[in-house]
Nanobody
């Protein structure tokens, strides 16, 4: 059974930083594709960043240059480093596994494994 457990969310002022973590279990990291999505109240889920075992990364236009996705295989943990946070980054952030390729992974799909989410709130 694949389990994804997010942590690291919280409240921060605009311009600040946070690092989200997603501890994985039951998901093989020998050939992986993982991503972060977010959803704000009243909005649809939005792809934030993705990474795959080919070494490719992909970022949503609104976070490119501010967010960095990485994977520590030894720790089976996915990270999202978020810098220069803005109030519009406020959302529930979800970890996702089993996408196909990073370049195609920023569209939500029910075939992915989803975590329960961690809340990020950015105040102005």
């Amino acid at each position: 059974e694949v389990q994804l457990l997010e942590s690291g969310g919280g409240s921060v002022q605009a311009g600040g930083s946070l690092r989200l973590s997603c501890a994985t279990s039951g998901y093989s990291l020998s050939n992986y594709c993982m991503a972060w999505f977010r959803q704000a109240p009243g909005n649809e889920r939005e792809g934030v960043a993705a990474i795959d075992s080919d070494g490719s990364t992909n970022y949503g236009a609104s976070v490119k240059g501010r967010f960095t996705i990485s994977l520590d295989i030894a720790k089976s943990t996915l990270y999202l480093r978020m810098d220069k946070l803005k109030p519009e980054d406020t959302a529930m952030y979800y970890c996702v596994a089993d996408c196909t390729f990073a370049e195609e992974a920023l569209v939500p799909s029910d075939v992915y494994y989803w975590g329960q989410g961690t809340q990020v709130t950015v105040s102005s």
